[in-house]
């Protein structure tokens, strides 16, 4: 399954290595939303791999974070390649255009990408119509919906933005993720200290109705911060957490400080944030109670990785950016593998 093997890998390294990343990704993505329904045969999870959790019924735990289908438009290509939930986002409420691109890089030693997008997207009003159509297929995959601030709102009236895009795609969504660990966004983070966050969460929970709202925080945390929002969500009631977003750091990297230096602000993902990912999710499953839904996400490559989150407590496992490097069938070749480690535990 290595990037650099199969047509893939050979796809890559020729073409797609030396495209402007955020161009690739929307060349991959226009093909992605073209991909036939009768092509989900070929890659639709094994039975043994469902899992119940929040609710509602995974085909498999693993699926695509929220980054790659941004405007709600790939739900069902996605779902044909194998993701049992594709996590939409981030969504704002006002549509914005991001931050200036350039905007995302491969740091291809790493297996990991830093971006700046900033949340660049249409507004909920036109993920809505989107998400609607999702929703009235009989065959999808289960959909979270990201959602964030939107840039020109201030982090003061945060709330209310929050909750007029709560108001328009909770009804929508099969989950909700409140996002407030993004690095892309000024003042973002700063709504992961609790006495903003309690009421926030507060309100978008009342707002969602039956609709399961969970908070999505940063590796960047302390573990006592991580811990005090894990005990924030339990007792607010809130069914789960994600974690983690990407990093600002820099640390342990391959690739040349030159090239990670010109790459400028932004998270990074991929690889590199394998061991903070794991370590945050073992904390938090350590602090939680069992029937608490915990979904690890960064640094997820092979289905190994997907069983170690699994067996250290993660109900879900997300990856996005193994899949730039992994291709197409990467989704697939996870659930295959899961299935394998299962029968030989078993």
């Known amino acids: 399954m290595a ?23 929307h060349l991959a993505f226009r093909v992605i939303r073209m991909l036939p329904g009768f092509l989900r045969g070929l890659s639709r999870p094994h039975p043994s791999l469902a899992v119940e ?7 498999s735990p693993f699926g695509l974070a929220a980054g790659f289908d941004k405007e709600a438009a790939g739900i069902r290509g996605l779902g044909v390649l194998g993701f049992g939930h594709v996590e939409v986002g981030t969504i ?12 995302l890089f491969r740091l291809i030693p790493d297996r990991a ?3 700046r997008m900033g949340f660049n997207n249409a507004g909920a009003a036109a993920a809505a119509r989107r998400l609607a159509k999702a929703r009235r297929r009989r065959v999808r995959p289960v959909i979270g919906v990201n959602i964030g601030k939107s840039r020109v709102v201030a982090v003061e009236d945060a709330l209310d933005d929050y909750l007029a895009t709560t108001r328009l795609l909770a009804p929508l969504a099969d989950y909700l993720v409140v996002n407030v660990s993004s690095p892309n966004t000024p003042g973002l983070r700063g709504l992961q200290e609790l ?15 039956r609709v399961p709202v969970l908070v999505k925080i940063a590796p960047d945390v302390t573990d006592e911060q991580a811990l005090r929002i894990a005990e924030l969500s339990v007792r607010l009631g809130l069914p789960g957490l994600v974690a983690t977003n990407t990093t600002v750091s820099r640390a342990g990297l391959r690739t040349d400080p030159a090239v990670v230096a010109a790459a400028g602000e932004g998270g990074l993902s991929g690889a590199p944030l ?4 794991l370590e945050v999710l073992r904390l938090l499953r350590a602090a939680v109670p069992d029937d608490f839904t915990l979904i690890s996400v960064g640094g997820v490559d092979t289905a190994a990785d997907v069983r170690e989150r699994l067996d250290a407590g993660a109900t879900l496992v997300q ?9 197409p069938f990467w989704a697939r070749g996870i ?7 299962g029968r030989r535990r078993a």
């Open 3 to 25: 990037a650099s093997s199969g047509l893939y890998g050979l796809l890559f390294r020729l073409v797609l290595s030396r495209m402007d990343p955020e161009a690739a990704h």
């Open 53 to 59: 959790a929040l609710g509602l019924r995974f085909d």
């Open 92 to 103: 704002t409420a006002v549509p914005q255009p991001g931050n200036p691109t350039p905007r």
């Open 113 to 115: 990408v830093i971006n």
């Open 195 to 209: 006495d903003q966050l309690e009421p926030l969460l507060t309100a978008v929970r009342d707002a969602a109705g």
């Open 274 to 277: 394998a061991a903070r990912s």
């Open 319 to 327: 990856g996005y950016t193994a899949f730039l490097y992994r291709g």
């Open 335 to 341: 659930n295959r593998g899961l299935v394998s480690s």
